[in-house]
């Protein structure tokens, strides 16, 4: 019923003590000789590792809005990247279209320069006609005229062509040019989005590196608890006589050993101090899941705690909570700052109301056995 941490400060300072000489007496008479250990000795290393936890895991969480975000501009970049790599491949095109187009008109340009220079061997290197041959061959004055006038002309349209041709290669040699450039800026761009993508990645990956190092962390300190919690089960199981306490019939059958101990110096199989109204009815609980009576046997609730915390521990093992009193239930009373537990031994009413009758421990802040009536209103009942 009481807060047990608080009276486990207040005690401290006795409790050696009183495990020494309780503990002591026990294992003389059964020819066993242990040494007993401070009843927080489990307790404190559960709760340090326990808070390493609870801190490793906010840096988990850290850690894991942090990748997200090194995802994210993982995949910005490579967004980058493949729009970049797109228009590198529209260019590398335009730059082949281009170049063939060069292609061309150097063909062009080479084929009208061969004509050209065939008119020009012909009018001078065969020589060109006199005026006076030119007469002599013509039929009349007009056709002399006409000749003279054509080989102008050709010799103009080629000029021309050619002057056409070699400007349109220079022009295409420019754009090729700049082309080209682009290209080269665009690998370029390309590589830096790369090595940014490239460090992202590093990022992320030593990001989940390091969370699964706090992971195992975690699973290696819940590994160190069930440890600690199993050799807390097995030092407490050896101050009891084969195992099972000898009860005591004029206070419920809690164990002798318990209940004649000073209130608060020992610890009991669930880890709560001797003599609590906890205590007593995680015995009985115990108790009757060894009778039969019970479901469910008393849960290891993390040892020291109030009777308060006790429905919403049950209700969290599914075990079943409400307000209908039966034999054999646990009634809770969660008024007061820990409130208060109790096991049910009967059914009844009082006064003609709902009421049950109940065996306790330290309803009086004196750790003493008591038994009585009292009515339902305001209790729950947890039926083990």
Excluded at 57 to 79: C, G, P
Excluded at 220 to 239: G, V, W
Excluded at 329 to 339: D, L, Q, Y
Aim: with cysteine.
């Amino acid at each position: 019923m009481k807060h047990t941490k608080h009276r486990k400060q207040i005690l401290r300072p006795k409790i050696t003590t009183l495990l020494v000489l309780t503990l002591a007496m026990l294992l003389v008479l059964n020819g066993v000789v242990v040494q007993p250990v401070k009843a927080d000795q489990f307790d404190q290393q559960i709760q340090s590792l326990q808070q390493q936890n609870m801190q490793t895991q906010t840096t988990v969480a850290q850690l894991a809005e942090q990748a997200t975000s090194y995802q994210d501009a993982v995949t910005r970049l490579q967004a980058q990247v493949d729009q970049v790599e797109q228009q590198i491949a529209q260019n590398e095109n335009t730059q082949a279209d281009v170049q063939k187009q060069i292609a061309d008109a150097q063909n062009e340009l080479d084929k009208q320069r061969l004509v050209l220079g065939q008119i020009i061997r012909t009018m001078f290197i065969d020589g060109e006609p006199s005026t006076i041959e030119e007469l002599a061959t013509s039929k009349n004055l007009s056709d002399f005229v006409d000749k003279k006038a054509y080989r102008a002309v050709v010799q103009n349209k080629l000029q021309v062509t050619v002057q056409l041709v070699a400007g349109l290669r220079t022009k295409l040699a420019a754009q090729k040019a700049e082309v080209d450039q682009l290209l080269q800026d665009e690998h370029t761009q390309q590589a830096q989005i790369d090595t940014n993508r490239a460090e992202q990645a590093k990022l992320l990956s030593y990001n989940q590196s390091q969370q699964a190092d706090y992971s195992q962390q975690i699973q290696t300190n819940q590994t160190k608890i069930a440890d600690l919690r199993r050799q807390q089960a097995a030092l407490i199981s050896r101050y009891q006589v084969g195992g099972t306490l000898a009860g005591d019939p004029n206070h419920g059958g809690y164990p002798v050993a318990w209940s004649n101990a000073p209130q608060d110096s020992l610890l009991d199989s669930w880890g709560m101090f001797n003599r609590e109204c906890v205590s007593y009815t995680a015995f009985k609980v115990h108790q009757d899941y060894l009778t039969g009576k019970d479901k469910h046997d008393m849960p290891y609730w993390g040892g020291i705690g109030d009777a308060k915390q006790w429905p919403d521990n049950a209700r969290a093992a599914g075990i079943l909570v409400d307000s209908n009193p039966t034999v054999n239930s646990i009634a809770i009373s969660t008024a007061g700052t820990w409130g208060h537990s109790m096991h049910v031994e009967s059914v009844g009413t009082m006064n003609g109301q709902s009421a049950v009758y109940v065996s306790q421990y330290n309803t009086d802040f004196a750790g003493r056995y008591s038994e009585g009536w009292r009515y339902t209103t305001g209790l729950v009942f947890i039926h083990f």
